[in-house]
């Protein structure tokens, strides 16, 4: 198709198959630069338009979705609380209550659930670091008193399809969260001894595992003296 | 440049130039998001939506984009279709968009899409302008379908997600990763010049009687 282009640039557009062609295309150099940049920018200009309206039609269905996928992994790592609310991490200590004027975009935030007694029954924590192809982002629920995870579940991996994604699709390990004491140790399936911070890795997807575990220890040594201390201020 | 039938127009891009069989274009998102059937799919209809708006698009504008600006302005209009595809495949069917990630966004340097607005719609009528984005998007989606349906066959024993080869079937778990990808299209490109070798060995006996097909493909 670009030997059709170079007759059309240096011989006669008379050409057969140019059908319709307006007078800008017959020269080459006749058009002003000016045109061009006006032409351009005026059809920038409706693209940029058609675009907005597209997204101002579709963002709130993208954020309600996020949102429901959210909530959903949130009921299922605390194990169906009644009822869950968000902490953010404002100047160092979680409070409910943003301070006046501050915007919650981008603050750290953790899901604290209640039981129907009105008992906080664990929080739920947002992690994602890189895996063994892109970043996993896994949500985990944790028990601040015991010390102990709720259970664990990967909201996104892009691991291999067949090994590291078992991370997401195998109940065993994924199940093996659930009690687990924290700081957690990966252990290879069937050479553990029996300890509570042992998680059985998948044999076969080795770094996927690692580095699920790794995110939550990480995202406990950096956020867990907090949860401690709001844990004991709500419960007392 | 030859005169072509409106039916021409339509059906070339289907199977005989099909843009991935034969023209071998677009084969990035064909070695890479084939790997299960519905993923096929859903490439496919994001192209096909692309390639006909994009087509109708540039073939209407054709006389209003200066020659020298043509192909910013193709890559504008393109563009534009894939922001719009890409939001509202978010919208409405979130898991697949997951599934396809950075993919969707990548159809705007399709050259599948590129291609037929310089080599077609920028210089011919808008109602042939469609029948060939509608052709040639029909080829694109049939070769994803093709590749698809094999690897998720094998390498996950199901189609569309049920399965088909019943429990006893290991699945080839390399036929959904990478690798499978460049298998599979080298044996449809194996069976599909096989088959072409084969019909043209015995070009008469097909040949419509009056030779109206014979001239058009000789």
């Known amino acids: 198709m670009s030997d059709e282009r170079d007759d059309a640039g240096t011989g006669p557009n008379a050409q057969g198959g140019r059908i319709g062609r307006g007078p800008a295309l017959s020269g080459r150099a006749d058009v002003p630069a000016l045109k061009l940049v006006g032409t351009l920018a005026i059809a920038g200009a409706l693209a940029g338009m058609l675009i907005v309206t597209v997204y101002q039609w579709a963002q709130p269905r993208i954020l309600a979705h996020q949102a429901r996928v959210l909530g959903d992994a949130i009921r299922e790592v605390l194990h169906d609380p009644d009822h869950y609310q968000t902490l953010f991490v404002v100047n160092g200590t979680l409070t409910a209550e943003l301070p006046a004027g501050q915007d919650s975009t981008g603050l750290d935030r953790v899901y604290l659930g209640f039981d129907a007694s009105g008992a906080p029954s664990g929080f739920a924590i947002v992690g994602a670091e890189p895996g063994f192809q892109d970043v996993i982002r896994l949500i985990f629920g944790y028990d601040a008193d015991k010390g102990r995870l709720l259970g664990m579940k990967v909201l996104e991996n892009k691991e291999t399809p067949g090994l590291g994604d078992k991370i997401e699709k195998d109940s065993t390990f994924t199940g093996g969260f659930a009690g687990a004491l924290s700081p957690l140790r990966g252990v290879k399936k069937g050479a553990g001894t029996g300890k509570d911070d042992e998680v059985d890795m998948i044999t076969g997807a080795t770094i996927s595992s690692r580095a699920v575990i790794a995110i939550i220890n990480h995202r406990l040594e950096q956020i867990g003296p907090l949860l401690g201390k709001y844990h004991a201020g709500v419960t007392q | ?218």
Request: aromatic letters at 10%; a positive charge; one cysteine or more.
């Open chain 2, 1 to 218: 440049m030859k005169a072509t039938t409106p039916a021409q127009d339509l059906t070339r891009g289907v199977w005989r130039e099909n843009p991935v069989l034969v023209q071998l274009l677009g084969l990035c998102p064909t070695l890479a998001v084939t790997n299960t059937v519905a993923n096929s799919i859903a490439m496919g209809l994001a192209t096909f939506f692309v390639l006909v708006g994009s087509s109708f698009l540039v073939s209407s504008l054709k006389k209003l984009i200066p020659n020298e600006i043509r192909m910013s302005g193709f890559i504008l209009i393109i563009a534009t279709f894939v922001t719009i595809v890409d939001m509202l495949l978010q919208a409405i069917v979130p898991d697949i968009h997951k599934a396809l990630g950075a993919f969707i966004a990548l159809i705007v340097v399709n050259c599948i899409i590129l291609g037929r607005q310089e080599a077609f719609a920028s210089k011919r009528p808008v109602g042939r302008s469609v029948l060939d984005a509608v052709g040639s998007g029909a080829g694109f989606m049939i070769a994803l379908l093709m590749m698809g349906a094999f690897r998720e066959l094998l390498g996950n024993g199901s189609l569309l997600g049920y399965p088909v080869l019943g429990p006893s079937f290991e699945p080839w778990v390399i036929m959904i990763l990478p690798p499978g990808g460049f298998f599979t299209l080298g044996f449809i490109l194996l069976g599909f010049g096989w088959w072409k070798s084969k019909e043209e060995e015995k070009p008469k006996l097909r040949r419509w009687p009056h030779g109206v097909v014979s001239k058009e493909a000789a």
